[in-house]
């Protein structure tokens, strides 16, 4: 990523966070609605886990100008997904749902830019994290 890159995301992301509630409900409502086969591996309240994919996504996105510190959050990440059944087709619904997010979440603010470098940011974080949980032995 372009250090342009990452400052497009930083400040993008920091435009939401201060909805960060309504954010996380509109990315899990809306990966309930296309991807309803997955909601039996999130509890009943969804409070918690809003927070904990605010805060995964914070760390990321803060971390995009030292990824080797980050790369060891998300192995462990991808690794404590495999016990709720988290797929690797997963991880393209999810990218979808998180772009789709942001652009309901910034409006005309989500520009060409912005979109192209959260694809890039997502790329690394779901790379790193499938590389985790689904690589195979050599």
């Not at 990523?1 to 435009?15: C, G, H, R, Y």
């Not at 939401?16 to 909601?39: E, N």
């Not at 803060?62 to 016990?83: C, D, F, G």
Request: hydrophobic fraction near 45%.
């Amino acid at each position: 990523m372009t250090p342009e890159q990452i400052e497009l995301v930083q400040n993008s992301f920091a435009k939401i966070r201060p909805a960060a509630s309504d954010v996380a409900k509109l990315f899990y409502g809306r990966l309930f609605q296309i991807a309803p086969q997955v909601r039996p591996m999130f509890p009943e309240n969804m409070d918690d886990q809003g927070k904990k994919l605010m805060a995964v996504l914070g760390t990321a996105v803060q971390s995009l100008t030292n990824l080797p510190a980050l790369v060891p959050i998300l192995e462990k990440l991808a690794r404590n997904h495999l016990a709720y059944g988290v797929e690797e087709a997963h991880y393209d619904v999810v990218g979808e749902v998180l772009l789709w997010t942001l652009e309901q979440g910034l409006g005309d603010d989500f520009t060409e830019e912005t979109h192209e470098a959260w694809v890039q940011t997502y790329a690394i974080v779901s790379q790193t994290m499938c590389n985790a949980a689904y690589a195979k032995a050599a």
